[in-house]
């Protein structure tokens, strides 16, 4: 799987920004998806995962309840739809898939498949 991740840009806290994540290649509908963030200075950290299906959603505590992760599998694209942004969600945003089983999701260095990162800047 093959993953080009988008959307990223500088936006006024309290803002919205949708990241997209296209694939291609591979059996898209067949992996877990997840976004994560590494600001600078810190380390990666898990943001959001959806299973293969979208039956099952999962998010870190830090962005429950503004931010909501989706998945197209007919479109191969999955999305991060980020509202009430803060300063601190300021990061590079990566998307990544694996078909590493539910219970890992949140573990960055489980997933095989990464896409090359979008800036998100949230000013005060």
């Known amino acids: 799987v093959q993953l080009q991740a988008s959307g990223g840009g500088l936006v006024q806290a309290g803002g919205s920004l949708t990241l997209s994540c296209a694939a291609s290649q591979g059996t898209f509908s067949t992996v877990i998806m997840g976004w994560f963030r590494q600001a600078p200075g810190k380390e990666r950290e898990f943001v959001a995962g959806?299973?293969?299906?979208?039956?099952?959603?999962d998010y870190a505590d830090s962005v429950k309840g503004r931010f909501i992760i989706s998945r197209d599998n007919d479109k191969n694209m999955v999305y991060l739809q980020m509202n009430s942004l803060k300063p601190e969600d300021t990061a590079v945003y990566y998307c990544?898939?694996?078909?590493?089983?539910?219970?890992?999701?949140?573990?960055?260095?489980?997933?095989?498949?990464w896409g090359q990162g979008t800036l998100v800047t949230v000013s005060s």
């Open positions: 990544a898939a694996d078909s590493a089983i539910w219970g890992y999701r949140r573990v960055w260095n489980k997933y095989n498949y």
């Open positions: 959806i299973s293969a299906r979208g039956g099952s959603i």
